[in-house]
């Protein structure tokens, strides 16, 4: 690339990180300030006991994805916490060089490119996740850059890139598998666009990895599978329906509590039950949807840097995030006004971080929103490749939208595997809106 652009940015960023590094060394334990980090830390030492006392492949089948605790336990065994820090950032890094390279296939300006790319790095997620013992600070990065795989086969043409993006999704899928299904997705757009030999090809290398540890789980257990957790799909349902029924008149949320959560205060609800449950109340189900879907598109995740990292004002986010009591419980049942009055009583400063964070983050949210119409506007003008393309980046933040809902109670960080293609469209969107036109896509892949 001539201009330079993308170089500042980079010295910028990694001066930042220098900077949060030495941070991290005065405050060792914001390292554990994500969720379920201290669970994870736990999970960590017994499985390094268990692979001392020789009863370690059993310990892996029985604890879920392994890949939720196994790749920082190793980095932590050999490199200590410093080097699982500095890993996840260089990993952080290469999802923003992945954007980049996205963002030319796209048609931006290496200027705009760069700075789609920067931007990216600088969001919430983005930037405190590599320095806290977090799941997504691993499957993160490994989903965007099998994004960016995708997006070269996609407009080359390269059965070999296909395959690669699969296996790297594939090993983010073994660390978090909320994206399970997306290689079905990517395989359908793909052979939609006429690549039918990268359509296959990311499909067998994302799947051959997850079946074959699925069949380490069932030789391990019986149980063919991604391993016994209190996480899976089930357990979320119980916990969103056992929210969802709070917030329902006293008789009818008596009804619901005999009816589907009759297995204490932890259980399991197959889907078809919980969607049974949706037909009956339509009216709080639709209610919990739409607050999450508020939270998707207007919740910054700032406070990820405000609370979980610098701990502005000795906040906490245990409090915040009580189930009892918390900012969202809080919401469900007492409405908006309400519960900024509460945040303002509990945290006057963290508050205000929180709406000036959601105010970019809705302009963020509609910038997006007009890369989705500059595409629209567009799409004669482009081939069945970069078509498939675009579905590719608008499809992402759906998908993980929907299967979002498969939560409790959905937080901003649920928000982050779809970030990458957000701020893609929003680089689109601002482009449009700068040059009063629509960007063109790039005729070859980026070399």
């Not at 820090?85 to 999802?95: D, E, H, N, P, R």
């Not at 992945?98 to 290496?110: D, F, K, P, Q």
Request: aromatic fraction near 10%.
């Amino acid at each position: 690339m001539r201009n330079k652009q993308w170089l500042w940015w980079a010295i910028c960023i990694v001066a930042l990180h220098v900077l949060m590094l030495a941070y991290d060394a005065a405050h060792p334990a914001v390292f554990f300030h994500a969720d379920r980090a201290t669970e994870r830390w736990n999970v960590i030492q017994g499985w390094q006991a268990a692979l001392d006392s020789g009863a370690g492949a059993q310990f892996l089948a029985t604890h879920g994805n392994a890949g939720d605790y196994l790749v920082q336990a190793v980095l932590y065994q050999w490199l200590g916490e410093l080097g699982v820090i500095m890993v996840q950032v260089c990993l952080a890094l290469w999802s923003g060089w992945a954007v980049m390279r996205i963002a030319l296939l796209l048609g931006l300006s290496e200027r705009a490119a760069a700075a789609t790319a920067g931007l990216y790095l600088l969001l919430p997620h983005t930037l405190v996740f590599p320095h806290q013992l977090a799941s997504e600070a691993i499957y993160l990065p490994l989903l965007v850059v099998s994004l960016e795989l995708v997006a070269r086969a996609m407009i080359g043409g390269k059965a070999g890139a296909a395959g690669i993006g699969g296996a790297v999704l594939a090993g983010a899928n073994l660390v978090r598998p909320i994206t399970m299904l997306w290689p079905a997705v990517v395989a359908l757009l793909m052979a939609r666009a006429g690549r039918w030999r990268a359509a296959a090809a990311h499909l067998l290398w994302a799947l051959v990895p997850v079946l074959a540890w699925m069949s380490f789980v069932g030789a391990q257990t019986g149980h063919f599978g991604m391993g016994d957790s209190s996480r899976d799909v089930g357990h979320n349902l119980y916990q969103r329906l056992a929210r969802t029924s709070e917030t329902l008149a006293p008789a009818q949320a008596a009804q619901v509590r005999q009816t589907y959560l009759n297995q204490g205060e932890t259980g399991s609800l197959p889907p078809l039950r919980y969607l049974h449950f949706a037909c009956e109340h339509p009216g709080a189900f639709l209610r919990h949807s739409l607050r999450d879907v508020a939270v998707f598109f207007g919740k910054s995740g700032i406070e990820r840097l405000s609370i979980d990292y610098l701990e502005v004002g000795g906040s906490d986010r245990r409090d915040l995030q009580r189930g009892d009591a918390g900012w969202r419980t809080h919401l469900e049942r007492e409405g908006t006004w309400s519960t900024l009055q509460f945040l303002w009583r509990e945290q006057g400063t963290v508050l205000l971080i929180s709406l000036a964070g959601a105010a970019l983050m809705v302009a963020f949210s509609l910038a997006a929103l007009a890369g989705i119409q500059v595409l629209w506007r567009g799409r004669r003008q482009l081939t069945s490749a970069q078509r498939g393309l675009a579905l590719l980046l608008v499809a992402l933040p759906l998908y993980i939208l929907v299967f979002s809902q498969l939560v409790d109670a959905m937080q901003s960080r649920h928000r982050a595997p779809a970030e990458a293609a957000l701020m893609l469209l929003a680089g689109l969107g601002v482009s449009k809106w700068r040059r009063g036109r629509r960007p063109d896509f790039a005729v070859a892949p980026v070399q």
